[in-house]
Each structure stands twice: as structure tokens, then as C-alpha cells.
């Protein structure tokens, strides 16, 4: 088997209940290869949907949420604690750094 991520492992196994259902459906003392083009493609697409509804879902579960949320805190943010905290006056910090108040 060419090398799949645990992810997608963990996203075939969740296919097996409906390839199980198209296949039951079809017969499973049927063989593979007389199933008509129709009982095929029920079978890829019980799969298909399968894997990637399971894909999608992983995905959104590893989302982070939305960085800026008004009036909260971001919860899991890997931005959150690397950035330092603002100042009411973001010039606060210059004082007698800015070329105007430089004395000639």
C-alpha cells in the first residue's frame, strides 16, 4: 500500500460501514467483476462520499478559531503569545525618539 497518513487511514476505516451497505444491497455473494456499471459506481460512490465527508470533518476539527473575535480571547491561537501585548498609545515608547520634538 502506497504510505497514507493516519488521518486518512483513520478516513478509509469510516468507509467500511457504507461500502458494507452498497455492497449488501448489490449481494455479497455477487463477484466483483459482475456487478453491472450502476452496482459499481453505488459501491464508489458509497465509498467516495465516505472518505472525504470523514476528511472534511477531520479538517475542521483541527481548525484553529478565527484569530480576531471581538470582545474574547481567541482560544487555541499559536499567534496569541508570541505577539506583545498592545499599548493604549503605540507611541508610548518613543518619547523623545519622534524628529519633531528633536532639539536643534
Known amino acids: 500500500m502506497v504510505d ?11 468507509c467500511l460501514k457504507p461500502f458494507g451497505a452498497a455492497a449488501s444491497a448489490i449481494g455479497f455473494d455477487k463477484p466483483l467483476g459482475a456487478y453491472s456499471e450502476a452496482e459499481a459506481l453505488s459501491v464508489i460512490d458509497a465509498i467516495v462520499t465516505g472518505y472525504v465527508a470523514e476528511m472534511a470533518a477531520q479538517h475542521e476539527r483541527s ?15 499559536p499567534y496569541r503569545d508570541s505577539i506583545p501585548p ?19
Open 63 to 77: 481548525k484553529y478559531p478565527a484569530v480576531r473575535m471581538p470582545h474574547s480571547t481567541p482560544i487555541d491561537d
Open 4 to 14: 497514507v497518513t493516519p488521518l486518512e487511514q483513520a478516513s478509509m476505516r469510516m
Open 86 to 104: 498592545l499599548l493604549e498609545n503605540p507611541f508610548a515608547d518613543m518619547v523623545g525618539d519622534e524628529p519633531w520634538e528633536q532639539s536643534p
